[in-house]
């Protein structure tokens, strides 16, 4: 029997609640968007938040600025609660 509490769970950031408090663990895309998340500071370990998520676009709150990103590449972005 494994011990939840002992072990992240990772979900798609697209699944993430809005208000809720995440941290990014993996991003799972190519060297090209890799680098431009990285870029717009979502690098492993950030925590952030979604402030809007209406079916179209996110609206991250990121290191002080905000952030919109588009539902694919926010579901190549793996996160656990923070």
């Given at each position: 029997?494994?011990?939840?509490?002992?072990?992240?769970?990772?979900y798609p950031l697209t699944m993430a609640k809005r208000?809720?408090?995440?941290?990014?663990?993996?991003?799972?895309?190519?060297?090209?968007?890799?680098?431009?998340?990285?870029?717009?500071?979502?690098?492993?370990?950030?925590?952030?938040?979604?402030?809007?998520?209406?079916?179209?676009?996110?609206?991250?709150?990121?290191?002080?600025?905000?952030?919109?990103?588009?539902?694919?590449?926010?579901?190549?972005?793996?996160?656990?609660?923070?």
């Amino acid at each position: 029997m494994t011990n939840m509490s002992l072990e992240s769970v990772l979900y798609p950031l697209t699944m993430a609640k809005r208000g809720q408090p995440v941290r990014l663990a993996k991003i799972m895309a190519g060297r090209k968007l890799t680098h431009r998340l990285t870029e717009l500071g979502l690098t492993p370990g950030v925590s952030f938040e979604v402030l809007h998520d209406h079916g179209g676009p996110l609206l991250l709150a990121v290191r002080n600025s905000r952030l919109a990103l588009g539902r694919g590449m926010a579901s190549k972005i793996l996160v656990e609660t923070a």
